[in-house]
């Protein structure tokens, strides 16, 4: 290991301490802040296990470029599953639906304790879980190597991608929009895994680009720039996130109901809507940057469009997930603190640790020559 | 009839190169250059821009998107303010979806209309087609044009500098 990596990895583990401290002095404080750091831990390997398969399906040298990132992000998925145990200990403590005495609860919470109970919850995570292990075996088996057939597996990601949908789905209603059992988005799953996507190419991008020049890298053509290929990649993932967020905003607006609306009343409200406009103000600067052509050919401008983008994701997860958990006024912000160093510096470690060394993986790859 | 310009035949593209680079040290600025396929090193000699089409396109959308929310704002607030289940008469999320929609069909009209106009289309007949040797069928080669518009052209002399250059012909064009 490199000093880079044992000090973020130091960094990390003092994070952990501090959140144990933490979940001793108030427990449910703690786990609200830990969810909405794990949520977002996860959803970096699962938009790169989702850009993979994609990529396996279509192909095309914008994906030859990022696949290193991109796998060594999927191959953290283990560990970002891990985070959400704590969780699974004091599901009460984070859910209001777990529990709790369905007398207590209102009557449009109390009609879908068939779907939302303890039991079938933790079934549906577990195969949830099955459904990521093997897909990222798969992915990560195919994927290996310097010249690897691509299309081959168009099968096996065609059917794997349905499998991941539906997991992805499971996922995001189960640990996201149950926070508030009484709401309800039919496209919140899909609005996740837009969102994922976003945020794991943009930090693919900043990988590739944190040393040197994107252009001469595999994949480039002589005429074309590789930074701006995959600079409207980008841009692609980003409409479609901006697309399906506010496709929810317009529906639930035109809507007006109670129980919908007051999802955006809640974050709209009591500090919440400046993060609000952060997440805003950072997507429309990604946007309007992914417009320039000269931005995108730049190699300072493409790690700046990247970065906002990363930065407008995590603002996004904020901002859906903290409202209903953070009960203590903004004092109590110091638990997200620590999650975030915390489990942030244990995955960043890892990922640069595999990022480093891909024949860290081998153990997949050998699996799949065999089968 | 007055005369286009002189159009010197080459028959290798380093060749067309060269010449442009020649006659470009020589002063000329007034150049246009034929070839079957694109030569990269061309666009610097003879101060090809790079192409403004861009900004054409996003001026399109955006005034085409404004456009419509101006329509809808005049509508729904001036001409028939009506009551729409107890919603604003300004309702923006539905207005702005439309005003994208508009947007989009803008720029997609300024980049087909500002092509058109940026390549001085539609143009029915051009000076060099009146060249004897010009034109893929008679064998793609590659064309050197000087303007007679360039102040340093001089009909002998420009068409000798043409010649020294290694042009393979060199023909006189009426306009």
Same mark, same amino acid.
């Given at each position: 290991m490199s000093r880079f990596e044992q000090g973020i990895l130091i960094a990390g583990i003092a994070g952990l301490v501090c959140c144990a401290a933490g979940a001793w002095l108030d427990a449910k404080a703690m786990l609200g802040a830990w969810l909405a750091a794990a949520v977002f831990m996860l959803g970096l390997p699962l938009g790169a296990l989702t850009i993979l398969m994609v990529h396996g399906l279509t192909g095309g040298s914008w994906g030859r470029a990022v696949r290193e990132p991109l796998r060594a992000m999927t191959a953290t998925l283990p560990l970002a599953l891990i985070f959400f145990v704590p969780v699974l200990t004091r599901l009460g403590l984070v859910f209001p639906?777990? $529990?709790?005495? &369905?007398?207590?609860?209102p009557e449009t919470v109390r009609e879908k304790l068939a779907y939302l109970n303890v039991e079938f919850f933790l079934l549906r995570f577990v195969g949830c879980i099955a459904i990521w292990l093997v897909l990222i075996w798969i992915a990560l088996g195919s994927t290996a190597g310097r010249d690897h057939q691509m299309g081959r597996n168009g099968k096996r990601y065609g059917v794997g991608l349905i499998l991941h949908g539906l997991a992805v789905s499971v996922f995001s209603t189960d640990w #996201? =929009?149950? =926070?508030? &059992?009484?709401f309800t988005s039919t496209v919140f799953a899909l609005y996740e895994a837009a969102a994922q996507v976003v945020a794991a190419f943009a930090l693919a991008i900043i990988v590739l680009a944190a040393r040197r020049?994107?252009?001469? #890298?595999? $994949?480039?053509k002589e005429d074309v720039a590789l930074s701006e290929d995959l600079a409207n990649m980008l841009l692609g993932f980003l409409l479609t996130w901006v697309y399906l967020a506010f496709m929810q905003w317009l529906v639930i607006w035109g809507g007006d109901l109670p129980d919908e609306i007051h999802w955006y009343v809640v974050r709209g409200h009591n500090g919440w809507q400046y993060v609000l406009w952060l997440l805003i103000g950072l997507n429309v600067l990604a946007f309007a940057g992914l417009l320039s052509r000269q931005l995108k050919r730049a190699h300072a401008g493409l790690l700046g469009l990247a970065s906002a983008t990363l930065a407008g994701h995590f603002a996004d997860v904020f901002w859906r997930l903290r409202p209903p958990l953070?009960?203590? $006024? &903004?004092?109590? =912000?110091w638990h997200d603190v620590v999650a975030w160093v915390g489990m942030g510096g244990l995955w960043l470690a890892l990922f640069i640790f595999l990022y480093r060394r891909p024949?860290?993986?081998s153990l997949w790859k050998r699996e799949a020559a065999h089968g | 009839m007055s005369l286009y310009g002189i159009l010197a035949v080459f028959g290798e593209p380093e060749a067309l190169v060269e010449a442009a680079g020649g006659m470009r040290d020589r002063g000329y600025r007034h150049m246009d250059a034929f070839s079957p396929f694109p030569i990269k090193e061309l666009d610097q000699i003879l101060e090809i821009?790079?192409?403004r089409l861009p900004w054409i396109v996003l001026a399109g959308g955006i005034a085409s998107a404004a456009l419509a929310y101006a329509l809808i704002l005049y509508s729904v607030e001036i001409d028939y303010p009506i009551n729409v289940g107890g /919603? *604003?008469? %300004?309702?923006w999320p539905p207005f702005l979806v439309i005003a994208f929609e508009a947007g989009i069909l803008g720029a997609a009209f300024a980049a087909f209309f500002g092509m058109l106009a940026a390549n001085g289309l539609?143009?029915? %007949? %051009?000076?060099? @087609?009146?060249?004897?040797? @010009?034109?893929?069928? /008679?064998?793609g080669k590659f064309h050197l044009l000087v303007e007679?518009?360039? *102040?340093?052209?001089?009909k002998g002399v420009t068409k000798g500098q043409l010649r020294r250059l290694g042009a393979e012909s060199v023909e006189e064009i009426e306009a």
């Amino acid at each position: 290991m490199s000093r880079f990596e044992q000090g973020i990895l130091i960094a990390g583990i003092a994070g952990l301490v501090c959140c144990a401290a933490g979940a001793w002095l108030d427990a449910k404080a703690m786990l609200g802040a830990w969810l909405a750091a794990a949520v977002f831990m996860l959803g970096l390997p699962l938009g790169a296990l989702t850009i993979l398969m994609v990529h396996g399906l279509t192909g095309g040298s914008w994906g030859r470029a990022v696949r290193e990132p991109l796998r060594a992000m999927t191959a953290t998925l283990p560990l970002a599953l891990i985070f959400f145990v704590p969780v699974l200990t004091r599901l009460g403590l984070v859910f209001p639906w777990a $529990g709790a005495d &369905p007398a207590t609860l209102p009557e449009t919470v109390r009609e879908k304790l068939a779907y939302l109970n303890v039991e079938f919850f933790l079934l549906r995570f577990v195969g949830c879980i099955a459904i990521w292990l093997v897909l990222i075996w798969i992915a990560l088996g195919s994927t290996a190597g310097r010249d690897h057939q691509m299309g081959r597996n168009g099968k096996r990601y065609g059917v794997g991608l349905i499998l991941h949908g539906l997991a992805v789905s499971v996922f995001s209603t189960d640990w #996201m =929009l149950s =926070l508030e &059992p009484e709401f309800t988005s039919t496209v919140f799953a899909l609005y996740e895994a837009a969102a994922q996507v976003v945020a794991a190419f943009a930090l693919a991008i900043i990988v590739l680009a944190a040393r040197r020049a994107v252009d001469v #890298m595999p $994949g480039a053509k002589e005429d074309v720039a590789l930074s701006e290929d995959l600079a409207n990649m980008l841009l692609g993932f980003l409409l479609t996130w901006v697309y399906l967020a506010f496709m929810q905003w317009l529906v639930i607006w035109g809507g007006d109901l109670p129980d919908e609306i007051h999802w955006y009343v809640v974050r709209g409200h009591n500090g919440w809507q400046y993060v609000l406009w952060l997440l805003i103000g950072l997507n429309v600067l990604a946007f309007a940057g992914l417009l320039s052509r000269q931005l995108k050919r730049a190699h300072a401008g493409l790690l700046g469009l990247a970065s906002a983008t990363l930065a407008g994701h995590f603002a996004d997860v904020f901002w859906r997930l903290r409202p209903p958990l953070l009960a203590h $006024g &903004p004092i109590s =912000l110091w638990h997200d603190v620590v999650a975030w160093v915390g489990m942030g510096g244990l995955w960043l470690a890892l990922f640069i640790f595999l990022y480093r060394r891909p024949d860290r993986m081998s153990l997949w790859k050998r699996e799949a020559a065999h089968g | 009839m007055s005369l286009y310009g002189i159009l010197a035949v080459f028959g290798e593209p380093e060749a067309l190169v060269e010449a442009a680079g020649g006659m470009r040290d020589r002063g000329y600025r007034h150049m246009d250059a034929f070839s079957p396929f694109p030569i990269k090193e061309l666009d610097q000699i003879l101060e090809i821009r790079g192409s403004r089409l861009p900004w054409i396109v996003l001026a399109g959308g955006i005034a085409s998107a404004a456009l419509a929310y101006a329509l809808i704002l005049y509508s729904v607030e001036i001409d028939y303010p009506i009551n729409v289940g107890g /919603r *604003p008469l %300004h309702s923006w999320p539905p207005f702005l979806v439309i005003a994208f929609e508009a947007g989009i069909l803008g720029a997609a009209f300024a980049a087909f209309f500002g092509m058109l106009a940026a390549n001085g289309l539609p143009c029915y %007949h %051009h000076p060099v @087609f009146n060249a004897e040797g @010009f034109g893929y069928a /008679r064998g793609g080669k590659f064309h050197l044009l000087v303007e007679t518009a360039d *102040p340093k052209y001089r009909k002998g002399v420009t068409k000798g500098q043409l010649r020294r250059l290694g042009a393979e012909s060199v023909e006189e064009i009426e306009a």
